[in-house]
């Protein structure tokens, strides 16, 4: 992977949102710590596309890429401006899905009352192979249930992540996850939050969220999230504790 250039970005044509993603590629953070690379076909002076080696991200209005290189990727992540631009959604193969996600913003930043953990429950940092494999084994049932297909999970031993992921147990048993893959001073994004079956409808999923919330803001400023417009019960929790959409985004898996 070549070695990333910043020069003549003009952030002013970056939503919010995009500014996160690309601050956090400038300091090479997150999904960015091992790998990252500027489509430079993509780079015009209004857009930009990046990637981490499996995710397409473009920024801005990105000039058009063709389809083998689209492709070459299993997701693409932007703003339905930012998509648009890249290629036309009619041409995909019929093997892509897509999918619309709303992006979100703290309006205000809300007293959170301390998270306060019942016996037996913890958040813990993950910091091992253990905790790694298990972390890829509930992100892989949060794709399954978001895209509705069988989870895959991959073979080899995960690295430990640099996105600032926590595992939710009770005693000695993963119910549950967090994490963030994009953080700046100004910004950090939720990417997933994720309960098990069993342990749903049981506040689980609020206590996760209100606990990662106050992790992520002794480090950022505000925080920011993705859901699903049609996932009323998500949608409902974080409009509750203050999350305001702001972005219209969409991402297509493959």
Same mark, same amino acid.
């Given at each position: 992977f070549m070695a990333l250039t910043f020069n003549n970005i003009d952030l002013s044509i970056l939503s919010r949102g995009e500014r996160l993603i690309f601050g956090s590629a400038q300091k090479k953070n997150g999904v960015f710590h091992h790998k990252i690379?500027? /489509? &430079?076909?993509? %780079?015009?002076?209004? +857009?930009?596309?990046?990637?981490? +080696? $499996?995710?397409?991200?473009?920024? +801005?209005?990105?000039?058009?890429?063709?389809?083998?290189?689209?492709? *070459?990727?299993? !997701?693409?992540? +932007?703003?339905?401006?930012?998509?648009?631009?890249?290629?036309?959604?009619?041409?995909?193969?019929?093997? #892509?899905?897509?999918? !619309?996600?709303?992006? *979100?913003?703290? =309006? &205000?930043?809300?007293?959170? =009352?301390?998270? #306060?953990?019942?016996?037996?429950?913890?958040?813990?940092? #993950? @910091?091992?192979?253990?905790?790694? %494999? @298990?972390?890829?084994?509930?992100?892989?049932?949060? /794709? *399954? !249930?978001? $895209?509705?297909?069988?989870?895959?999970?991959?073979?080899?031993?995960?690295?430990?992540?640099h996105t600032q992921s926590v595992l939710l147990k009770r005693f000695d048993e993963v119910i549950g996850m967090a994490n963030s893959n994009f953080f700046t001073e100004d910004l950090a994004m939720v990417n997933m939050l994720y309960i098990t079956p069993p342990y749903r409808g049981k506040g689980n999923g609020t206590l996760l969220l209100q606990w990662y919330l106050q992790h992520l803001l002794r480090r950022s400023v505000s925080v920011c999230l993705f859901y699903s417009p049609t996932n009323t019960p998500a949608k409902r929790l974080y409009e509750s504790i203050g999350f305001k959409k702001c972005e219209e985004w969409m991402m297509l898996l493959q």
């Amino acid at each position: 992977f070549m070695a990333l250039t910043f020069n003549n970005i003009d952030l002013s044509i970056l939503s919010r949102g995009e500014r996160l993603i690309f601050g956090s590629a400038q300091k090479k953070n997150g999904v960015f710590h091992h790998k990252i690379k500027e /489509i &430079s076909e993509a %780079r015009n002076n209004k +857009g930009i596309a990046l990637t981490n +080696g $499996t995710t397409l991200y473009p920024l +801005g209005s990105p000039s058009s890429l063709s389809l083998d290189t689209i492709t *070459a990727y299993n !997701e693409v992540l +932007g703003t339905e401006r930012a998509v648009n631009s890249l290629f036309s959604l009619t041409n995909l193969p019929t093997d #892509v899905q897509i999918f !619309e996600k709303d992006f *979100a913003v703290l =309006s &205000s930043i809300p007293q959170l =009352s301390c998270a #306060v953990l019942p016996a037996g429950m913890k958040v813990q940092t #993950v @910091a091992s192979t253990k905790d790694a %494999r @298990a972390l890829l084994e509930l992100k892989a049932q949060f /794709i *399954a !249930e978001e $895209t509705k297909s069988i989870p895959k999970i991959p073979n080899e031993v995960p690295d430990i992540p640099h996105t600032q992921s926590v595992l939710l147990k009770r005693f000695d048993e993963v119910i549950g996850m967090a994490n963030s893959n994009f953080f700046t001073e100004d910004l950090a994004m939720v990417n997933m939050l994720y309960i098990t079956p069993p342990y749903r409808g049981k506040g689980n999923g609020t206590l996760l969220l209100q606990w990662y919330l106050q992790h992520l803001l002794r480090r950022s400023v505000s925080v920011c999230l993705f859901y699903s417009p049609t996932n009323t019960p998500a949608k409902r929790l974080y409009e509750s504790i203050g999350f305001k959409k702001c972005e219209e985004w969409m991402m297509l898996l493959q």
